[in-house]
Structure formats: structure tokens, C-alpha cells
T-cell receptor, first 113, second 115 residues
Framework: GDSVTQMEGPVTLSEEAFLTINCTYTATGYPSLFWYVQYPGEGLQLLLKATKADDKGSNKGFEATYRKETTSFHLEKGSVQVSDSAVYFCALSEAGSARQLTFGSGTQLTVLP | SAVISQKPSRDICQRGTSLTIQCQVDSQVTMMFWYRQQPGQSLTLIATANQGSEATYESGFVIDKFPISRPNLTFSTLTVSNMSPEDSSIYLC????????????FGSGTRLTVV
């Protein structure tokens, strides 16, 4: 079945540091890929998405590129802020009609001032 | 995208009791998903609820423990029955929005503590 393998945390960075959170997936066909963010005490919010190979999703300075050749969707941000401290989830949904999401394990990010 | 109102946002319940969680969507959706997020863990799909048919449960989840209702295309409930401390989790509903792979909207979650 489908699976998502996500870089284990926790990750602690200083403000303005570069962020990479690795995500690789296993799926049949051409899944859609997502990054969700969960701020402390809040629900899940969609951060960005990509629906086909070589698509780049971007939002709030975060980027991720759908790499089919390496089955990866790594999350990057050039300069993190304290307000980016949250848990980040990589997820996929199977190709075709809307299906449930398969989530990675989540990565806790803490940004220190 | 759709907006989901989920309630309650949190509850503390006694062992052996049941809690019903509600999700109201501001638009009609065919499919609704219920997830569980155990403390410090990722999200696990409990079941998929389609209007007019029985919910489809994932391995490890059964209807007697997590009965689901889906009376119309904008509303669903999940009941956590005969609760034990192991049921302490965040429960979330989700709906697909905008067609294939466009996105999924989540409710704000119900933080359940069983004592």
C-alpha cells in the first residue's frame, strides 16, 4: 500500500536558518502530494501541494518540488522564523477520485530566536 | 474551499462512557474522512463516511467502537464508545475540496482525554 516516510525530528534551528524536511513516498500511479502544518494547539492547515511530477508547491516562503524520479517531496524554507515552530506532516493521496490522505509521521520544528 | 465546524473542541470523559463528535461542512461533499491522532503521533484514518451508505472502516477500527452517522451531505458524527484511557487522542474530520487532489480541509479537531 501507499506510505510516506518523513524525516524524524525534532528539528531545532536558529532564526533565519535554512530548513529542509525530507519526505519520500511509495505509491502506485501518480499521487498528489501535500505538506500540512499543525501549530501548537491548533488543527491541520494545508501548507502547499503538488499534483504532478516537477510541480513546485509554495506558500509562506516554503517550497517543495514533486520529484517522481526520486519519489520525494522535500520541504524547504530559506530563512525560518520563530513563528514557523510547528509540526509538519507530509502526505499523499492516490491518483484518481478524492481519496483519504496517507500521512508521514510528522516532524516537530522549533525555531529559536 | 470548504469550511468545517467541528465540536466539541475538547472534552474530558469518564472511562466507560461515550462521546459524539460532530462535523458540519458549509457545502455538500460526498466523502468525509475521520482520523485519529494519538499523542505525539501522526494521523491514522479511522473510516470513510459516504452519505447513504455504511461507513468503510480501516483495519483496526470497528463500527461497534466508532459508530459513524452521515445523514446528509453536509454533516457527520463520530462516536467513541465505551471509552478507555487509550482512546485519549485528537479526532479530526476532513473533506476533499476542489476536485482531484486539489486539497483536503480539516476540522479544528476534538481533543479527547479519558480518565
Amino acid at each position: 500500500g501507499d506510505s510516506v516516510t518523513q524525516m524524524e525530528g525534532p528539528v531545532t534551528l536558529s532564526e533565519e536558518a535554512f530548513l529542509t524536511i525530507n519526505c519520500t513516498y511509495t505509491a502506485t500511479g501518480y499521487p498528489s502530494l501535500f505538506w500540512y502544518v499543525q501549530y501548537p494547539g491548533e488543527g491541520l492547515q494545508l501548507l502547499l501541494k503538488a499534483t504532478k511530477a516537477d510541480d513546485k508547491g509554495s506558500n509562506k516562503g516554503f517550497e517543495a518540488t514533486y520529484r517522481k524520479e526520486t519519489t520525494s517531496f522535500h520541504l524547504e524554507k530559506g530563512s525560518v522564523q520563530v513563528s514557523d515552530s510547528a509540526v509538519y506532516f507530509c502526505a499523499l493521496s492516490e491518483a484518481g477520485s478524492a481519496r483519504q490522505l496517507t500521512f508521514g509521521s510528522g516532524t516537530q520544528l522549533t525555531v529559536l530566536p | 474551499s470548504a469550511v468545517i465546524s467541528q465540536k466539541p473542541s475538547r472534552d474530558i470523559c469518564q472511562r466507560g462512557t461515550s462521546l459524539t463528535i460532530q462535523c458540519q461542512v458549509d457545502s455538500q461533499v460526498t466523502m468525509m474522512f475521520w482520523y485519529r491522532q494519538q499523542p505525539g503521533q501522526s494521523l491514522t484514518l479511522i473510516a470513510t463516511a459516504n452519505q447513504g451508505s455504511e461507513a468503510t472502516y480501516e483495519s483496526g477500527f470497528v463500527i461497534d467502537k466508532f459508530p459513524i452517522s452521515r445523514p446528509n451531505l453536509t454533516f457527520s458524527t463520530l462516536t467513541v464508545s465505551n471509552m478507555s484511557p487509550e482512546d485519549s487522542s485528537i479526532y479530526l474530520c476532513s473533506v476533499p475540496t476542489g476536485g482531484r487532489g486539489f486539497g483536503y480541509t480539516f476540522g479544528s479537531g476534538t481533543r479527547l482525554t479519558v480518565v
